[in-house]
């Protein structure tokens, strides 16, 4: 018999909190039904298998970064929303990191809850960036580098790859400021090419 309270929900939630201690790449069932005080058998009413809660893992932790994103660049718009959603970006990898590694997974045509969450997700980005006029493919340009300049330094950061003793939010504000620089290149060439 399932124990009372466990539900897909919970044990994501859980696999999630253990993916943030150990890592996404160590999780494994067996640290799952132990945190929940299940044994293993238990797990597999709620999950089909480690694949299946890793991207269950995912669509979660991108609805989370999506409502963080949104309520960072609220009401803000250009250099200003995109520097309020890179701190909000950095702040949830630091504080969820196995979670936050799931997001970077792109979802199968087939896992109908991930894509929508990362459409949603993508749908905040690309938002943002249509304040620099992006459209097309130079908004699909201007989010593949947004996404590997934020992802490169709270990669580096969270491996401790930054020991020099200067000051690390402001070298992470001034590459997101000279990122919006970039963008405002791409719309204009998408401006020039129009003429």
Do not use: N, W
């Not at 201690?21 to 044994?39: C, F, K, N, P, Y």
């Not at 293993?40 to 999506?66: F, M, N, Q, W």
């Amino acid at each position: 018999m399932p124990r009372a309270g466990l539900t897909p929900a919970v044990v994501v939630s859980e696999a999630a909190a253990v993916a943030d201690e150990v890592g996404l790449d160590r999780l494994t069932l067996a640290a799952v039904a132990s945190r929940l005080g299940v044994r293993l058998p238990s797990l597999y009413k709620h999950v089909s298998g480690l694949d299946a809660l890793r991207v269950a893992i995912a669509a979660a932790a991108c609805r989370e970064l999506t409502a963080a994103l949104t309520a960072a660049c609220l009401g803000l718009s250009g250099d200003d929303a995109l520097l309020a959603m890179a701190h909000a970006y950095r702040d949830y990898a630091g504080r969820r990191p196995g979670a936050y590694a799931a997001t970077l997974r792109a979802p199968e045509p087939g896992d109908g809850e991930h894509v929508a969450a990362a459409r949603q997700l993508l749908g905040v980005v690309s938002a943002v960036l249509a304040g620099f006029g992006l459209a097309g493919e130079d908004a699909v340009d201007g989010v593949r580098g947004l996404r590997a300049v934020l992802h490169g330094f709270v990669a580096i950061e969270a491996a401790g790859g930054y020991a020099m003793p200067q000051d690390l939010d402001r070298s992470y504000e001034r590459l997101i400021r000279g990122y919006a620089g970039t963008l405002r290149g791409y719309a204009g060439t998408a401006a020039g090419r129009s003429a």
